[in-house]
């Protein structure tokens, strides 16, 4: 079976796209390849950090790989914290601290409407190519339910009465920003 890695340092989206790519592609941590190294993400937008990270371990461990980049986009708070989403509380990353201060700076607005965009790139033999995932949905006024990570706790994609924190992984995926970016790169991969 052929190797990919998936060049991110969270267990979580390791564990979510895994059941995805299952009997596809092996999928490799940056562990696995030897890669210590916390990726760098400064750049101003999704697409610009998947595709650093990408190249970056594509450059300096000759792997194929694919990162992704996922941004909340919360439209009364003009599309904040969109590329800051991890670290919108400060450097610390704390997904409780990012969703009180979410849930504070949103407080004043009547317009909840948000949505979860990812942006994967994939370095394939040192091709690039990039696959984008969004999903609408609102932002809850509390937390509901105790799965997945994130914001996921006060979203909730439009069709639905649950938060992806309520739903199963097979579930969220199923429906999810990251699990449509997945979709076509699995859709993709098959095709090659």
């Known amino acids: 079976m052929k190797k990919l890695c998936f060049a991110t340092n969270n267990r979580h989206k390791v564990a979510e796209v895994g059941q995805m790519l299952e009997g596809i592609y092996e999928l490799l941590t940056l562990q696995d390849i030897g890669c ?4 760098a993400e400064d750049q101003e937008t999704l697409e610009g950090n998947s595709r650093q990270k990408a190249a970056y371990v594509w450059q300096q461990y000759q792997v194929s790989c694919f990162a992704d980049d996922t941004g909340l986009e919360v439209e ?7 590329v800051y989403s991890a670290r919108y509380a ?27 965009r990812t942006c994967i790139t994939l ?11 969004i999903v609408e949905g609102t ?21 639905h009465d649950r ?15 990251r699990g449509r970016a997945v979709q076509q790169l699995v859709a993709f991969l098959k095709a090659r």
Not at 76 to 82: I, K, N, Q, S, V
Not at 97 to 115: C, E, F, G, K, V
Not at 139 to 159: E, L, M, N, Q, R
């Open 36 to 39: 210590h190294e916390e990726l």
């Open 76 to 82: 009364a708070l003009g599309g904040a914290p969109g």
């Open 90 to 116: 400060g450097p610390q990353r704390s997904d409780s601290d990012n969703i009180r201060l979410l849930l504070q700076n949103l407080a004043p607005h009547q317009n909840r409407n948000a949505r979860f």
């Open 123 to 133: 370095m394939l033999d040192g091709q690039e190519h990039q696959f984008e995932g």
């Open 163 to 177: 938060t992806f924190a309520e739903m199963t992984a097979a579930e969220k995926n199923a429906i999810s920003h």
């Open 139 to 159: 932002i809850s006024t509390a937390w509901k339910g105790d799965k997945g990570f994130g914001y996921d706790p006060v979203f909730t994609p439009h069709g």
